[in-house]
């Protein structure tokens, strides 16, 4: 009996609340960096939604320094996978991977906060020992780790290529305005 009250009680709760609304919204968020949690989070929102009204727009709000580039890639690929229209929206900072999952969204519907900020480079990968061979592989893995980004914002941005390797060379940090003028967001939004 007193179980059955505490799961009554918690189904009031102020966050359970927020997290059923969020989901009748078709609203995931990144809140922080990517790894190999929050991108499970994130896909299993995506999927759940497409699952439910596939077609129908899902929100994607994005607040993130960046992360681990396969993490995001899964995140990715699965945006650009699933029949829903992602539309994104920058809300704090879009970095690194986060910016090229900003850029991911619908064409039209990619969208940033007035105070919002964007910063897009080359992946780093640290940590690497071995022998040098290794150490050369693991390069030539950064590399083709790099084109990958490069032209996955060319293309989403109107870019060319050599454009976004010229940009990448060092942190490239764009407010509101800029990300709009560089293609990596539509719009300002100023409601939700």
Same mark, same amino acid.
């Given at each position: 009996?007193?179980?059955?009250?505490?799961?009554?009680?918690?189904?009031?709760?102020?966050?359970?609340?927020?997290?059923?609304?969020?989901?009748?919204?078709?609203?995931?968020?990144?809140?922080?960096?990517?790894?190999?949690?929050?991108?499970?989070?994130?896909?299993?929102?995506?999927?759940?939604?497409?699952?439910?009204?596939?077609?129908?727009?899902?929100?994607?709000? *994005?607040?993130? /320094?960046?992360?681990?580039?396969?993490? %995001?890639? &899964?995140?990715?690929?699965?945006? #650009? @996978?699933?029949?829903?229209?992602?539309?994104?929206?920058?809300?704090?900072?879009?970095?690194?991977?986060?910016?090229?999952?900003?850029?991911?969204?619908?064409?039209?519907?990619?969208?940033?906060?007035?105070?919002?900020?964007?910063? *897009?480079?080359? /992946?780093?990968?640290?940590?690497?020992? %071995?022998? &040098?061979?290794?150490?050369?592989? #693991? @390069?030539?893995?950064?590399?083709?780790?790099?084109?990958?980004?490069?032209?996955?914002?060319?293309?989403?941005?109107?870019?060319?290529?050599?454009?976004?390797?010229?940009?990448?060379?060092?942190?490239?940090?764009?407010?509101?305005?800029?990300?709009?003028?560089?293609?990596?967001?539509?719009?300002?939004?100023?409601?939700?």
């Amino acid at each position: 009996m007193a179980e059955k009250k505490e799961k009554e009680e918690e189904k009031q709760s102020p966050l359970h609340q927020i997290s059923k609304q969020m989901l009748e919204d078709r609203r995931v968020f990144l809140w922080g960096g990517v790894d190999d949690d929050s991108a499970k989070h994130v896909i299993d929102r995506l999927l759940f939604f497409d699952s439910q009204k596939s077609g129908e727009p899902i929100q994607f709000f *994005i607040n993130s /320094p960046g992360g681990y580039v396969t993490s %995001g890639m &899964a995140i990715y690929d699965t945006m #650009q @996978a699933i029949k829903s229209p992602i539309h994104t929206t920058c809300m704090g900072l879009a970095a690194s991977m986060g910016s090229i999952l900003l850029s991911g969204g619908e064409k039209g519907n990619r969208s940033i906060f007035k105070h919002g900020r964007v910063m *897009i480079h080359q /992946p780093s990968l640290g940590g690497f020992q %071995g022998t &040098a061979s290794d150490l050369e592989i #693991q @390069a030539n893995e950064i590399q083709k780790t790099k084109e990958l980004s490069a032209q996955i914002l060319a293309d989403n941005c109107g870019k060319t290529f050599d454009e976004v390797m010229k940009d990448f060379n060092r942190d490239y940090w764009l407010n509101c305005d800029e990300a709009v003028k560089y293609g990596i967001v539509d719009n300002l939004k100023d409601s939700i």
